[in-house]
């Protein structure tokens, strides 16, 4: 009779040959896939690129090697992939014509070469497999490994595994920064087929050093003391999703696709064809738009190299800064030289650790840290220079506390007035130290931050309510100090007196 022409360059969902196809009320061809992470060999922050290791592994029904005929010595010895399942006689097609890619001379009984058979990474006419967000991708091997269905006699089960290492680029977000999350996304796309090949995905796992390392290799590994991407540490879960291009999910309806649209809309209606909306779909349709798997690793940042090299740097110079405080109000040189010091240390420290920081167009949660530490050393100096300006003026900003009489004594005797300024630098640490105790809370215990607040506002309050009292005992040895004051002026007033009397009464005498 008549021969069916072997499609074995299709999915067996696109063959007659099939009883999967579409032609028989099959379902189509079902491929699974899912992935084994070997390695993250780099991520480069700045360019948002990552250089992975991993093995993709592609699972699915092949029926049709019952009818390929047995090949030749020849053929059998340049075969790359021998079919497994052997021994079977060319069997009918479904549709009662002898299925066959032709004739053979006849080689040894049940030997028959898979390497013609489809699979989903052939490339070439409407069925290809491409990365589309790859910038390099080499494809180390390829292996296709064939298990006869014991209890399907004909049917094989095939597993195609690659191993790639590639550079893929993908979008990152450091908001987060120095606790931040990324997702390493591969884009795998198959054009293509979409109605005849259907993607089902599992999820895959990160094991660290591949299959082949050897476990004793692995346990040590594992341990807290190796790093396989230095600053990172990987997830060990691999999502894969599969998005299938059909009407569920409208993937021609993306912005590229629109502007084709619109593109195929305007030579329509220069050649009198009406652009209608159904018509521009079915054009692209039977185009046969991308499936696409998404292959997604999480790395996840180790903070400890942040915290300890960079912030308690930073931490340590506005401690420093403080020590100017115990100066005396009127030394306002040195106040400023140290609060200036410690700023332009703070400026060439950032610069130093700034190629190791991601450079972004936007704010990161712990360079906020760093910003507010600027802000603090200035608010330091310029804190400084008041107390100076209170100095040199004689004014005292507790005034209201006392009574007119008290407060001019204050002014007027400067070891008073500088203990009224000395009190107000004690108050300016104890917020200084409060609210930057707050924002280092935030920054790295943000679970602390509402026990830290009160607590801390606690401490301030307790402290400020000391120097008050503080400030009231000034004001009460200025009160001390004008009675005292005032009973030398009275006794220096009836020494006068006295002194005159005396001097009168000799007179008289004298007369």
């Known amino acids: 009779g008549a021969r069916e022409p072997m499609r074995m360059h299709l999915p067996p969902g696109a063959d007659p040959c099939s009883l999967t196809s579409f032609y028989h009320g099959g379902v189509g061809t079902d491929v699974h896939t899912t992935v084994l992470v070997e390695k993250v060999v780099s991520l480069d922050q700045n360019a948002n690129t990552f250089e992975i290791v991993f093995k993709i592994i592609y699972i699915w029904d092949e029926d049709r090697i019952r009818y390929l005929p047995d090949g030749s010595q020849d053929e059998m010895s340049a075969c790359k992939h021998p079919c497994v399942a052997v021994g079977l006689p060319n069997a009918e097609c479904p549709m009662d014509k002898s299925c066959s890619v032709g004739d053979m001379d006849s080689g040894p009984a049940g030997s028959k070469c ?121 997830e060990e879960g691999v999502k894969v999703q599969a998005y299938n291009a059909s009407s569920d999910y409208l993937l021609w309806f993306h912005p590229g696709y629109v502007l084709k649209f619109d593109i195929m809309g305007k030579i329509f209606s220069q050649n009198g064809i009406d652009p209608k909306p159904e018509i521009l779909q079915s054009v692209f349709e039977s185009g046969r738009p991308p499936s696409f798997i998404i292959i997604q690793a999480a790395v996840n940042r180790i903070p400890n190299s942040f915290y300890l090299n960079i912030m308690a740097s930073v931490v340590f110079l506005n401690l420093m800064n403080i020590f100017a405080f115990l100066l005396s109000p009127e030394a306002i040189e040195a106040r400023l030289a140290s609060c200036g010091t410690m700023i332009l240390a703070l400026m060439a420290f950032q610069i130093v650790v700034s190629d190791n920081i991601p450079k972004t167009g936007y704010s990161m949660g712990a360079l906020d840290f760093l910003l507010v530490s600027n802000v603090y050393m200035v608010v330091a100096a310029m804190e400084s220079v008041l107390v100076f300006w209170l100095h040199t003026h004689g004014i005292t900003p507790f005034g209201f506390m006392g009574s007119t009489e008290e407060a001019g004594r204050v002014r007027e005797v400067p070891e008073l007035l500088g203990r009224h300024l000395q009190i107000v630098d004690r108050i300016f640490i104890a917020f200084y130290l409060y609210t930057y105790g707050v924002l280092l809370c935030v920054t790295l215990f943000s679970g602390f931050i509402l026990v830290f607040v009160l607590v801390g506002a606690g401490i301030v309050a307790l402290h400020v309510g000391v120097e008050m009292f503080r400030v009231m005992q000034v004001f009460k040895e200025a009160g001390a100090s004008l009675k005292e004051a005032s009973k030398d002026k009275l006794y220096d007033s009836f020494a006068s007196i006295s002194q005159g009397m005396s001097k009168a009464a000799s007179s008289d005498a004298s007369l």
Request: aromatic share 14%; net charge negative; glycine share 10%.
């Open 114 to 234: 898979c390497d013609g058979i489809w699979t989903p990474i052939r490339q070439g006419g409407d069925f290809q497999r491409f990365f589309a967000n790859a910038l390099e991708l080499e494809v180390e091997y390829s292996d296709l490994y064939m298990e006869q269905w014991a209890e399907r006699q004909g049917d094989t089960l095939m597993m195609l595994t690659e191993r790639i290492k590639g550079t893929f680029a993908i979008p990152m977000t450091y908001k987060m920064y120095p606790t931040d999350r990324q997702e390493l996304d591969i884009h795998l796309a198959f054009k293509g087929g979409a109605s005849f090949v259907r993607y089902q995905s599992a999820n895959g796992i990160y094991l660290r050093g591949g299959e082949q390392l050897p476990g004793t290799l692995r346990e040590k590994f594992n341990s807290s003391d190796f790093e396989e991407l230095s600053g990172w540490w990987i």
